[in-house]
């Protein structure tokens, strides 16, 4: 029998959970619990860490798990990692729906750098004008560099003091679209943006309107997981769920 486990939490996870209740698969929606409103599934969904490896492989015996999809975001490497992990242990099947990364086109002045740190280094000495689009968990890695005016765009509004000294947070939940974020860039007086390879279209729109208006980008490269069993369509889960 077939069951499956999603790890969700970003727009793709969400195609996937409307195409495994379109083809009637018996599937649960795993949410970290970081947001305090989550994206409402077609499917059931269970909220919070398992408790590491051992309480993922716990979790997978007890609902009797046949296929983990990880479909969670490339920067949540843990629990990526914790899946290749549980899943071999438990002798459960496991496949990744992963995004290709973005590679840089004509007109993108990107710097590649492998970390947060390597991304803090980048904006060097001078105050600048940052964008800082990489979410809301890793603020603190940027604490070391408080002559940067910090613009952050979060999905809730912050419940602690943020971690910087000059920073503005605006509240929004993607997709983004170009103009929105073209007019977000000029309206900050944005000089550079710093940004996580994530891939996708659904966060995007910040490099192509940073190639519009001329602005250089800090990218930060993925951090690694184990290999693992890799899908980049909903198609090719969906037939290896088949096979
Ligand atoms: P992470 O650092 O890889 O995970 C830390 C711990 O959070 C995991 O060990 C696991 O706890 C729990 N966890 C993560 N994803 C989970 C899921 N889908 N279901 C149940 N537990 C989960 O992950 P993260 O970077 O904090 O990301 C958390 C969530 O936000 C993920 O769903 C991810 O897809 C989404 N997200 C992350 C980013 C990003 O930039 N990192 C961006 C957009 C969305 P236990 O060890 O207790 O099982």
Redesign the pocket.
């Known amino acids: 029998m077939t069951r499956v486990l999603l ?4 727009t793709e ?1 969400g195609r996937m959970a409307r195409a495994l209740a379109d083809a009637g698969v018996d599937a649960v929606y ?5 947001t305090e409103a989550p994206v409402a599934q077609p499917l059931p969904v269970r909220v ?5 490896v051992a ?2 492989v716990a979790y997978l015996r007890a609902e009797g798990i046949s296929h983990v999809i990880d ?3 490339p ?6 990692r ?1 899946a290749v992990e549980g899943c071999a242990a438990a002798g459960v099947a496991l496949i990744a729906l992963e995004r290709e990364p973005w590679q840089a086109g004509e007109g993108d002045r990107w710097t590649h750098v492998p970390d947060l740190a390597g991304a803090v280094a980048a904006l060097g000495e001078a105050p600048r004008w940052v964008f800082l689009a ?2 809301r ?1 890793n603020l603190s890695a940027f604490a070391g560099a408080p002559q940067h005016h910090y613009l952050l765009r979060l999905v809730d509004p912050p419940t602690d003091p943020l971690p910087l000294p000059r920073a503005e947070a605006v509240i929004a939940r993607g997709p983004f679209d170009v103009a929105g974020d073209r007019a977000l860039l000029k309206d900050h007086r944005i000089e550079v943006i710093v940004a ?1 390879n ?1 891939g996708g279209a659904g966060a995007e729109a910040k490099l192509v309107a940073a190639r519009e208006l001329g602005l250089p980008v800090v990218l930060i490269d993925r951090p690694l997981v184990p290999e693992r069993r890799v899908a980049r369509t909903l198609g090719e889960v969906m037939a290896w769920l088949d096979g």
């Open positions: 790890l969700g939490g970003t996870a795993s949410y970290a619990g970081r919070g860490g398992f408790g590491g309480g993922l479909a969670t975001h920067f949540a490497a843990q629990m990526s914790n990489i979410g968990q996580k994530a």
